[in-house]
Structure formats: C-alpha cells, structure tokens
C-alpha cells in the first residue's frame, strides 16, 4: 500500500514537471517569436529603469547616460537568456529526478536538450522578423542550464541534509 502511495506521488511529481519544462519552453518560444521592434521594446523599457534608478545616485551627461543605457540594454538581454534556461535546467533535472536514472544521466540529458533547444530557439529567430541568431546566446543560454543543474544538485544536497538532521532528531 505504502509503495502504491509513492509511485502515484512520484507521478504526480512527473506530470507537474513536465508540465512545468513544456511551460517554460513555450515561454522562451514566445520571447523568440517577438518581432525584433517588440523585443527591443521590452528590453529597452527595463534598462531604461535601470539607468533612471542610477541617475538618481549619480547624474550623467545626455551622452554618458546613452552610452550606459545601451550597455545596460545588452545587459539585460543576456541576463534574460542566462534567467530563462537556468529554469530549464532546474525544470528539466527536477522532471528527470521523478525517473528511475542516475545523477550523471540526469545531467548529460538536461545539458544535451538545453543544448538542442537554446541552437532551436536561436533558428527560430532567424524566421522572426527583424531578429538574428547569436552563437554566444546559445553560450550564454548554455551557461544558464548549467548553472540551473548547480543550483539543483545544491538544493537537493541541502535537502537531504535538513532530512538526516530531522530524521536523527525523531531517533533521539
């Protein structure tokens, strides 16, 4: 009874993961069907922020201040690459733990299909209009995986820690 419990959690788990994988990637397919004038747009209001919020602190020349505005915008578009598939690389090793796999497996998958779909979404641009493909966004974007494998493994590892000490505390 016990283990017919776990499995339907355990599927459970699978179904929201997987749902939770596809929903991010329909989100990053969203951002890349963006026409380049509604991209720009988006990321261009965010670093406008920004650069409003710092010339509070320190005022810039007209010159200086669209220099940093420009910096800023590249910026804030490669953190948003590194944003999004750091959630692909915790979605997709969160849905790979529901599935009877080792750590290392877990991990060469999740970076083969962040590889595939960041190299995807790039193509995907080249039909967008107005919008191109970038090999270092499919660094950065592989960067971003990888980085959301770390901060799995750490929270998985913190986990089992917290579950040891309470499971030492109920023994005592």
Do not use: W
Request: aromatic share 8%; glycine share 4%.
């Amino acid at each position: 009874m016990e283990r017919k419990i776990s499995d339907r959690n355990n599927k459970i788990k699978q179904i929201i993961f997987a749902i939770l994988t596809i929903s991010i990637f329909v989100i990053i397919f969203n951002f890349s069907n963006q026409d380049a004038e509604e991209s720009e747009g988006l990321s261009s209001n965010i670093a406008k922020s920004v650069v409003d919020f710092l010339q509070k602190i320190h005022q810039f020349d007209s010159v200086n201040k669209e220099m940093l505005l420009i910096k800023t915008d590249v910026v804030v578009r490669k953190l948003a690459h590194f944003s999004l598939y750091t959630v692909v690389g915790i979605m997709l090793m969160s849905f790979l733990s529901t599935i009877d796999t080792s750590k290392s497996t877990r991990v060469t998958i999740t970076v083969i299909i962040g590889i595939i779909y960041a190299m995807s979404d790039e193509i995907h641009q080249i039909f967008t209009p107005g919008r191109t493909a970038h090999f270092t966004d499919v660094m950065i974007d592989t960067g971003g995986v990888l980085f959301g494998i770390l901060v799995f493994v750490c929270i998985e590892i913190l986990i089992a820690k917290i579950i040891k000490i309470v499971e030492k505390n109920e023994k005592e």
